[in-house]
């Protein structure tokens, strides 16, 4: 991580770490821009922005019509003319309207143009379940987005990594989709969802350098070390790894992807080749998710290290329910039972 020498740290949850970003970046570079659905005089629906038009006037923080392809659109064309926007996606469940601005339009600009116009935009947008929210407001699209040429995706998993990280999908000169698991906005969540809320002034990541830094981009971290096994995961899901991880009994090292593509496959790849076995924990369904992309890799390029099949646990094939939430929400038992079946072959 690279931080300002003598730079403080602060207790933020993710919320005012991903406010505190946008507020650096818009002191420090007078051609970033943040608009979207209600970002600018309410501060956003779950007021990441919160305070920022006051500050910055609405001519650089501004909300937008309903319109998820009038918002990308538009961030594309000011990005090709100079401008860094910052756009929110309410919910990342919305961005489907705004698929081909994305895919056709941004992502393919640099190539189109043989690089005379690149689209250094960040779309915003939180994700995933475990707040009640149903099959509109709990998806997890990160798969989509990996598969398309010229974006990037990054999904933090906590407060300082979130502020690090947008930092530098902002000064990024590709677009990227940058995910904020809504879940872990004030806590980290170990799936316990029947206990009390672990805020992030009680945890070490949340304590979050007040200044300019950035996470670099393409960079896994190792959250917790350990021997008998790799989890692969990234997100919310990394916190009910850990618990997975405790309850079990079972020393297995959790690698957070953090940057999902590009990808530090040399972590995985060290990580795998030491442990000999491994699971994949992503809350996007099963089938075509992310987690398919990362036993392919750790198969081909770990296959001699191998003890025994590579687990995945992911969320079920079927729209997100809201009545059997916690029966979709891949939690720490399941997550325990697949490190049981690796560890014991």
Known sequence: MAAEQNDKLVPMTMV???????????ERDPDVVI???DVGYFG???RCTDGLQAKYGNQRVFDAPISEGGIVGAAVGMGAYGLRPVVEIQFADYFYPASDQIVSEAARLRHRSAGDFTAPITIRMPCGGGIYGGQTHSQSPEALFTHVCGLRTVMPSNPRDAKGLLIAAIECNDPVIFLEPKRLYNGPFDGHHDRPMVPWSEHPMGLVPEGHYTVPLESAATYL?????????YGTMVFVCEAAVRESGIRAEIIDLRSLWPLDLPAIVQSVQRTGRCVVVHEATRTSGFGAELVALVQEHCFY???APIERVAG??????????WAYFPG??????????????
Request: no cysteine; net charge negative.
């Open 35 to 37: 608009y979207g659905q």
């Open 332 to 345: 720490p038992d399941r997550v325990a039972a697949a490190l049981r079946r690796v560890t014991e072959t």
């Open 16 to 26: 005012q770490a991903l406010r505190s970003a946008m507020d650096v970046m818009l």
């Open 305 to 307: 290290h191998l003890e």
């Open 316 to 325: 079920y094939d079927t729209p997100y329910p809201h009545a059997h939430e």
């Open 225 to 233: 070390a350990g021997d008998a096994a790799t989890i692969l995961t």
């Open 44 to 46: 956003g629906v779950f």
